[in-house]
């Protein structure tokens, strides 16, 4: 009880590196305007960490890259996947660093897709991985054999492959997000049941046949929410609970309270290193500097996102301070923090 009510008293603390009244600035409205989008428009950004490259997904209409924090727009390929994402769990780049390649699952349109250089191609998996809410892919395995996805809207039943997408075999319902470690082991949520009044989280060590409760002490968030997709970063699994953020070292067989925060939505995103962290919360981006003791007071969203909602995206350019906001739907905002 110490330890939570610590965690609460310092959350409110302020961080002067963000601003008080943030001047957010609209970066996709010509692209938005030009493209003829389909439903739900605007709807996934991820961004290239060490070099700052953004790249957005437009509904029906593809992959975009910018060079230049949104200045100017390119279309990748004129080949690539069909559809639409929703939530950060639809478009993944590689969280170890070690590759360019990009992972994406379409809600509405083709199967899950991996592209080896930043979007000029795409191979695509076995039909049965379209119309899925994300995917996890094996980061350490070059082939990327062990996938775990989720079927939207159908129970949330868990698929898995171990042939890297060419085929796939249900694993059962009722299942939330997931993240995988290697070929064999892997951590999901398990939602809450008639039978099971809280959700918990459940590990695989063989490859997603069985699995078995690693801890009842954090009970993660419902499938379709964004928060509830686990982050990597240096060996270390960091997810979003309705109990705060955890933090797990051994591949889910443990499991450490960082941080209790309020409202959470999406993240954390990471900064310039482990410690500096972002997490979207219905007030806005707050952030930590100290690896979740401390966290800034929420900057708000722009007006004109109307909230923030399960279908909204937060992204950070260590390389020049800048924030990225938006919501399916919404233009793409731009938050420079860098000083002149």
């Known amino acids: 009880m110490i330890k939570y009510l610590l965690l609460i008293g310092v959350f409110c603390l302020p961080l002067a590196a963000l601003a008080a009244d943030p001047d957010w600035q609209p970066v996709a409205t010509e692209l938005l305007q ?33 060079a230049d924090q949104g200045g100017t727009w390119k279309r990748v390929s004129e080949t690539q ?4 994402t929703e939530t950060p769990g639809c478009w993944l780049l590689d969280p170890t660093g070690k590759s360019r390649r990009m992972v994406t699952a379409l809600v509405y349109g083709s199967p899950i897709s991996i592209s080896d250089d930043q979007g000029a191609t795409w191979r695509s998996f076995d039909a049965k991985s379209s119309h899925v809410d994300w995917c996890a892919v094996d980061w350490t395995d070059p082939e990327q054999k062990f996938v775990l996805t989720l079927k939207h809207e159908a129970g949330d039943l868990l698929i898995a492959s171990s042939d890297g997408g060419r085929s796939f075999r249900e694993v059962g319902k009722n299942f939330g997000t997931a ?20 959700a918990n989280i459940a590990r695989t060590t063989d490859g997603g046949k069985t699995w078995q409760p690693c801890s009842d002490s954090y009970s993660p968030f419902g499938s379709n929410v964004a928060q509830a997709l686990p982050k990597w970063r240096s060996g ?52 930590s500097r100290d690896g979740g003791t401390v966290w800034s007071e929420p900057v708000a969203p722009p007006k004109e996102m109307k909230g923030i909602g399960n279908l909204s995206w937060l992204e950070y350019d260590p390389s020049r ?20």
């Open 179 to 198: 993240w995988v470690f290697d070929n064999q082991t892997a951590i999901a949520a398990q939602l809450k049941t008639a039978d099971r009044p809280r």
């Open 34 to 66: 030009r493209e003829k989008t389909g439903f739900g428009g605007l709807c996934g950004i991820v961004v290239d960490h060490e070099r700052g490259d953004v790249w957005v997904n437009l509904s029906d209409r593809g992959t975009f890259h910018s």
């Open 81 to 84: 996947p069909k559809g639409r």
């Open 236 to 287: 270390r699994l960091y997810w979003l609970t309705e109990d705060g953020l955890i933090v797990t070292s051994d591949q889910g067989q443990s499991w450490q309270l960082l941080a209790l925060v309020k409202g959470a939505q999406y993240g954390p995103i990471f900064g310039r290193d482990d410690k500096h962290l972002f997490v979207l919360t219905k007030s806005g981006v707050v952030e």
């Open 321 to 340: 301070d800048v924030l990225y906001l938006m919501k399916m739907g919404s233009d793409l905002y731009r938050l420079n923090r860098a000083k002149p």
